[in-house]
């Protein structure tokens, strides 16, 4: 597609459930980038891809956080057991290439941990 | 640690007038910088980049200017419309190839018609 698809656009869950976040980048952009917004304006690199593969993933926290990139499915972000801190905006981007160009974002999944 | 810092939350700016948005970095290893800008409920849009070889880039009614020995780049927009009134974020990138972006906290910018 022409724009980063970024599903649902809000997500409700109890404490303690599983939140899943999906993310269809840029057809032709072999990286993918997540992104979490906690505070209104700060923004936390959790992990990148190319295609498939996992390219930096210091970001995320390990124990609970997981995502995966697979061949013909959208990109996912996957949350275990979610606590109250996990509340924030999650933005998924893609780009052409590794270096040096501009990526370009969806318009975040909104979680919500009750 | 904030590694990419715009010290201004918030400025206002008579339509027609010039918008200067600064941001401050402190890893001397970035070396691509990027300002997005952002309305409500919205993700960042793209505006502008500049690479660490040049020390200005222009595109329409924006240009940004990198002072590297100070650590120091500035969006300028000029004129201002109603429309520009938005968060701006500031971001860079390291030479390390991973590509991931360092954010600023953003400043939100008024354009007052």
Redesign the interface.
Same mark, same amino acid.
């Given at each position: 597609g022409e724009e980063?698809a %970024?599903t649902p656009k809000h997500l409700v869950r109890g404490e303690g459930q599983k939140a899943k976040l999906y993310c269809a980048p840029i057809k032709g952009h072999s990286?993918v980038?997540w992104?979490q917004q906690v505070l209104k304006?700060?923004?936390k690199?959790l992990i990148?891809f190319q295609n498939e593969n996992v390219?930096?993933e210091t970001?995320m926290p390990k124990e609970r956080f997981s995502a995966k990139c697979l061949p013909n499915s959208p990109c996912s972000l996957e949350i275990q057991a979610t606590k109250l801190e996990d509340s924030a905006v999650y933005?998924c981007?893609s780009?052409q290439s %590794?270096?040096?160009?501009?990526?370009?974002?969806? %318009?975040?999944t909104r979680l919500t941990v009750v | 640690d904030q590694q990419v810092k715009q010290n201004s939350p918030s400025l206002s700016v008579q339509e027609g007038r010039i918008s200067i948005l600064n941001c401050d970095y402190t890893n001397s290893m970035f070396?691509?910088f990027?300002w997005?800008k952002k309305y409500p409920?919205?993700?960042?849009?793209?505006l502008i980049?500049i690479?660490s070889i040049k020390d200005k880039n222009e595109d329409g009614r924006f240009t940004v200017f990198l002072n590297k020995s100070a650590k120091h780049l500035s969006l300028h927009i000029v004129p201002s419309q109603p429309g520009d009134s938005a968060?701006y974020?500031c971001a860079a990138?390291d030479q390390t190839?991973?590509?991931?972006?360092?954010?600023g906290?953003?400043t939100r910018l008024t354009v007052i018609p």
């Open positions: 980063v %970024q990286y980038f992104y304006n700060e923004f690199f990148s390219f930096d970001g933005f981007a780009s %590794q270096v040096n160009t501009e990526a370009f974002f969806g %318009q975040g | 070396d691509y990027l997005y409920a919205e993700g960042p849009t793209f980049s690479s968060v974020f990138s190839g991973a590509n991931n972006l360092f954010f906290t953003g």
